[in-house]
């Protein structure tokens, strides 16, 4: 164990990034064992930290990142050199498009050494530079401290996002001095004349709609958004971590009517994302469009926007309730989007009843609502399958929806479901994959059973890459590496694993099925054999 004095340490490299991790709030780490990162799990071993080993980086990755959008603070993954490093790419590269607070700690072969081809040697900074806010070689062991504690301020910095930190050999292993200290990071002022336009815009316009990102809920602003939602009377949209800020009761919380709220109205009020594919490249048509952003970097650059307030989002937000100018009454037009929304709403239920002889993603999600609780963590990980769940899952808390983000990015399921289980230890918590995603991280059901994580993973098993063999055979008329094994038992690779599952191929099998599985206490697997003719009516522009 580290000797300290206040804020003063001493010990082995490894204690040193231990005790600056502590500083900052770090309760855990999510790691696959490698030598060069030896002095981390001592130190960890030596203090009783709680350390959280799996099958692929990529996974420890993930579930840090989980940890960091579901609590608001650092996630630390322990990597060792070389292809350690490089297998967590996918998973740094997630957090950046994710803005999530990561640190990866990265083993790294000797300094005093290199160019001689010690084991694992590689630059990583030039690979993982594109992909984080900050990357850096600790080249003395009394740096690691300090070099901890700024990549963490770079990570929780707005617009926030992913560090990266190398510990070549020698230095992590040799000891020294240096001071544990909390990270400092300031709060962004936004210019309050924009905010007063923006405030003005909304209150003017006649059928004015927000539209929530993940930045809301990574900013803590989901209840300034309530409030300015509700002084404004504005109906309100999400996606991301957005959904649940506004509890799907709630009279301004709208998910089903998107369309014809965005053909009708004449001013876009969009925070906390950007204006990407999922929400048509900014382009709203007539529209008006407010891009209220944590950071001036996130500021479109591709479309003219009439106003951009840049900073604490809490900030503006609440400015943007505080407006005390005239306003326009908006009752109208929320009763308008309303009609629309209850319109799908009963399309949907009629959906979710589907009997069919091979099951419906629909009816899946039918019974899933049944029995998922309020405060349940949902883990979306996969193509058709999960576009289902965005569309009839509706969750009704913020922080309870992980998706993979913009990024797309499959195999996020299994770190992420880790990740959900050590923040809360007694949620629901259900990944929901197609049979494609189930390949890239299944194994890692062996690290929740071995370490004692149960989670609930519905899977939606068409035998096909269903995202992409649809839209081939419509393009080509026929469609190649898009199939995979029809029926396939990926319940019994999770009993292999250690943990329970079955497969449904009767949607009226389906209740009982998942109540089995959440009442396992193990990882437990519902293998759903779904209809492969069934594609998710795609309208999103991806390029």
């Known amino acids: 164990m580290a000797e300290t004095s206040d804020s003063a340490v001493s010990g082995h490299g490894g204690q040193l990034a231990l005790a600056a991790l502590r500083a900052a709030g770090v309760r855990e780490l999510f790691t696959l064992s490698g030598g060069h990162v030896f002095p981390v799990y001592d130190a960890a071993h030596q203090d009783g930290f709680p350390l959280y080993d799996v099958r692929h980086e990529q996974t420890a990755v993930f579930a840090a990142e989980a940890v960091a959008k579901l609590q608001r603070r650092p996630g630390v993954a322990v990597l060792t050199a070389g292809p350690g490093v490089t297998n967590g790419v996918s998973g740094l590269t997630s957090a950046f498009f994710n803005a999530a607070p990561v640190l990866v700690l990265g083993g790294r072969a000797p300094q005093f050494r290199w160019g001689s081809g010690s084991l694992q040697e590689i630059d990583h900074l030039p690979i993982v530079a594109p992909v984080t806010k900050h990357a850096a070689t600790v080249t003395s062991t009394d740096d690691i401290t300090a070099a901890v504690t700024t990549a963490l301020e770079h990570a929780l910095t707005p617009h926030r996002g992913p560090s990266f930190l190398d510990l070549p050999l020698e230095v992590v292993f040799s000891t020294g001095d240096g001071k544990a200290v909390a990270p400092q990071v300031g709060v962004l002022e936004p210019d309050p004349d924009l905010v007063e336009q923006a405030a003005r815009l909304i209150a003017a316009a006649q059928r004015p709609v927000f539209i929530a990102g993940s930045d809301v809920y990574g900013g803590d602003a989901t209840e300034a958004l309530r409030a300015a939602a509700e002084a404004l009377t504005v109906p309100v949209f999400a996606n991301g971590m957005g959904?649940?800020?506004?509890?799907?009761?709630?009279?301004?919380?709208?998910?089903?009517?998107?369309?014809?709220?965005?053909?009708?109205?004449d001013v876009v009020v969009v925070v906390g994302t950007p204006l990407d594919f999922r929400l048509g490249f900014g382009d709203f048509g007539a529209a008006q469009v407010v891009h209220i952003v944590d950071a001036p970097s996130q500021r479109a650059g591709h479309v003219t926007v009439a106003v951009s307030p840049a900073?604490?989002?809490?900030?503006?937000?609440?400015?943007l309730a505080a407006y005390a100018g005239e306003r326009v009454d908006h009752g109208d037009w929320?009763?308008?989007?309303?009609?629309?929304?209850?319109?799908?709403?009963?399309?949907?239920?009629?959906?979710?009843?589907?009997?069919?002889?091979?099951?419906?993603?629909?009816?899946?999600?039918?019974?899933?609502?049944?029995?998922?609780?309020?405060?349940?963590?949902?883990?979306?990980?996969?193509?058709?399958?999960?576009?289902?769940?965005?569309?009839?899952?509706?969750?009704?808390?913020?922080?309870?929806?992980?998706?993979?983000?913009?990024?797309?990015?499959l195999g996020t399921g299994m770190g992420y479901a880790m990740g959900a289980r050590v923040t809360y230890p007694d949620r629901q918590i259900c990944v929901l994959m197609g049979d494609g995603a189930a390949g890239f991280s299944l194994m890692d059901v062996e690290s929740l059973v071995r370490q004692k994580l149960p989670v609930v993973m519905v899977?939606?098993?068409?035998?096909?890459?269903?995202?992409?063999?649809?839209?081939?055979?419509?393009?080509?008329?026929?469609?190649?590496?898009?199939?995979?094994?029809?029926?396939?038992?990926?319940?019994?690779?999770?009993?292999?694993?250690?943990?329970?599952?079955?497969?449904?191929?009767?949607?009226?099998?389906?209740?009982?099925?998942?109540?089995?599985?959440?009442?396992?206490?193990?990882?437990?697997?519902?293998?759903?054999?779904?209809?492969?003719?069934?594609?998710?009516?795609?309208?999103?522009?991806?390029?």
Not at 311 to 319: H, N, V
Request: hydrophobic content about 40%.
């Open 334 to 409: 929320v009763a308008v989007l309303r009609a629309a929304e209850q319109a799908q709403v009963a399309k949907h239920e009629l959906e979710m009843q589907a009997d069919t002889e091979l099951i419906k993603p629909a009816r899946v999600y039918g019974e899933l609502r049944k029995v998922l609780a309020a405060d349940a963590v949902t883990i979306g990980d996969g193509g058709d399958f999960v576009s289902y769940a965005g569309r009839y899952l509706e969750p009704s808390v913020p922080g309870s929806w992980l998706d993979p983000g913009p990024y797309g990015c």
């Open 459 to 543: 899977v939606g098993n068409n035998g096909i890459w269903g995202l992409e063999k649809h839209p081939m055979r419509a393009m080509y008329g026929y469609d190649v590496a898009a199939d995979l094994q029809p029926g396939l038992r990926y319940d019994e690779v999770v009993k292999a694993l250690g943990g329970g599952g079955e497969t449904v191929a009767k949607a009226a099998d389906l209740p009982a099925a998942l109540s089995r599985a959440f009442s396992a206490g193990v990882p437990y697997l519902v293998n759903v054999i779904t209809d492969p003719d069934d594609a998710y009516p795609r309208s999103a522009n991806l390029a």
């Open 243 to 265: 959904r649940g800020s506004l509890p799907p009761s709630h009279p301004l919380a709208f998910a089903k009517s998107r369309r014809k709220a965005l053909d009708g109205a």
């Open 311 to 319: 900073g604490d989002l809490r900030t503006i937000l609440t400015g």
